[in-house]
């Protein structure tokens, strides 16, 4: 059974940091690229990073590029995001999700992030 597993999440300051991890299980986790998305209130869900299945290539959200860092380990069918100097509108509750294949129905709980002081 495909799970995605996200976690990391929390109330952090303007300019705090976070890092979060989203575990899978289910499918052959090095097979697959990954994304993290994120979802605000009131708003549709967007993709915020992605990286190739070997961890070679990341992408990111334009708003976010400088500050997040999206990594992988495929041991471990583990992916995670390193989130800095965090601001308000980043403030979602965040997904990790193949972006494509078979799998890409499937979704986790997300984790909450709320940026404020």
């Known amino acids: 059974q495909v799970h995605f597993v996200e976690s990391g999440g929390g109330l952090v300051q303007p300019g705090g940091s976070l890092r979060l991890s989203c575990a899978v299980s289910?499918?052959?986790?090095?097979?697959?690229?990954m994304k993290w998305y994120r979802q605000a209130p009131g708003k549709e869900r967007e993709t915020v990073a992605g990286?190739?299945?070997?961890?070679?290539?990341?992408n990111y959200k334009d708003s976010v590029k400088g500050r997040f860092i999206i990594s992988r380990d495929n041991v471990k069918n583990m992916v995670y995001l390193q989130m800095n100097s965090l601001q308000p509108e980043d403030t979602a509750v965040y997904y990790c999700?193949?972006?494509?294949?078979?799998?890409?129905?499937?979704w986790g709980q997300g984790t909450q992030v709320t940026v404020s002081s």
């Open positions: 289910g499918f052959t986790f090095s097979s697959y690229p």
């Open positions: 990286i190739t299945s070997n961890g070679g290539s990341t």
């Open positions: 999700n193949t972006g494509w294949g078979p799998y890409s129905s499937y």
